[in-house]
């Protein structure tokens, strides 16, 4: 993935529901956002899981997909990258100025879907 991609995914808007913010503490939702942000740059995936149950890392649905061993947190969290094709789409949609990135980061646990 060129550069300017990779900067704009680390440079993406970071959404958490309320339930990763009183149930996941800060240092680990940053911990596995930095791990999927990996993963991204690919230009391929676009979607982890961090699974406390997996035990290896493996890729589903054409390396769209990663799951990731992750023993410390109580359930699955998901965490999926959306490109909104150009920063004013993202700020539009959610009413932010000043971002500098197309992409929208969103990390949650399966049920708040």
Same mark, same amino acid.
């Given at each position: 993935m060129e550069e300017d991609l990779k900067?704009?995914?680390?440079? &993406? !808007?970071? !959404?958490?529901?309320?339930g990763i913010m009183s149930e996941i503490p800060p240092d680990e939702q940053? &911990?596995? #956002?930095?791990? &999927?942000?990996?993963?991204?740059y690919n230009g391929v995936t676009d979607f982890a899981v961090f699974d406390p149950e997996a035990t290896e890392k493996r890729y589903e649905d054409e390396k769209r997909t990663v799951i990731i061993p992750y023993k410390t947190i109580p359930?699955?969290?998901? $965490?999926?990258? +959306? +490109?909104? *094709?150009? $920063? @004013? %789409?993202?700020? @539009? %949609?959610? *009413? #932010?100025? *000043?971002?500098?990135?197309?992409?929208?980061?969103?990390?949650?646990?399966?049920?708040?879907?």
């Open positions: 900067k704009q995914i680390r440079q &993406a !808007l970071f !959404l958490r529901t309320s940053f &911990a596995m #956002l930095g791990l &999927a942000r990996q993963e991204f359930r699955k969290v998901w $965490v999926k990258l +959306d +490109d909104y *094709g150009s $920063v @004013e %789409a993202v700020e @539009e %949609a959610s *009413g #932010l100025k *000043g971002l500098s990135s197309r992409f929208v980061i969103t990390m949650m646990f399966p049920e708040e879907y």
